[in-house]
Nanobody
Framework: VQLVESGGGRVQPGGSLRLSCAVS????????MAWYRQDLGKQRELVGT???????NYADSVKGRFTISRDNAKNTLYLQMNTLQPEDTAVYYC?????????WGQGTQVTVSS
C-alpha cells in the first residue's frame, strides 16, 4: 500500500488549501485514515481521523476550520484547510490503518506566512 500526499504550499494567514492523499495498492475505504502534522522541533500531532464508516474526529486546534473527506471512487483522502494560521505550518502526513497494518505517506509541506 502506498500513500502519496500532494497539495501543500505557501499561503497567507486566513487562506485555504486542500491536501490530497492518493492511495494505491488497496482500497481507501477499507482503512481508518488520518492526517497528522509535524513542525520543526515538535512532536507529530494528530489533526483528524475518518473511520471506515465515514465518521470524522478532529483535534481541538483545527475543529471548525479543517474538514477530512474521502472519495472512494478516486481512492483518495482529502484535508480541506480553511482560515489557516501561522501555527498550522507543518509537514502534513496521511496514514492508513487496518488491524496491525499501518502505512504513512511521505508528507507535504504547508507554510502559512505573510
Amino acid at each position: 500500500v502506498q500513500l502519496v500526499e500532494s497539495g501543500g504550499g505557501r499561503v497567507q494567514p486566513g487562506g485555504s488549501l486542500r491536501l490530497s492523499c492518493a492511495v494505491s495498492g488497496s482500497i481507501v475505504s477499507l482503512y481508518a485514515m488520518a492526517w497528522y502534522r509535524q513542525d520543526l522541533g515538535k512532536q507529530r500531532e494528530l489533526v483528524g481521523t475518518i473511520s471506515i464508516y465515514g465518521n470524522t474526529n478532529y483535534a481541538d486546534s483545527v475543529k471548525g476550520r479543517f474538514t477530512i473527506s474521502r472519495d472512494n471512487a478516486k481512492n483518495t483522502l482529502y484535508l480541506q484547510m480553511n482560515t489557516l494560521q501561522p501555527e498550522d505550518t507543518a509537514v502534513y502526513y496521511c496514514s492508513a490503518q487496518r488491524g496491525s497494518e499501518l502505512y504513512w505517506g511521505q508528507g507535504t509541506q504547508v507554510t502559512v506566512s505573510s
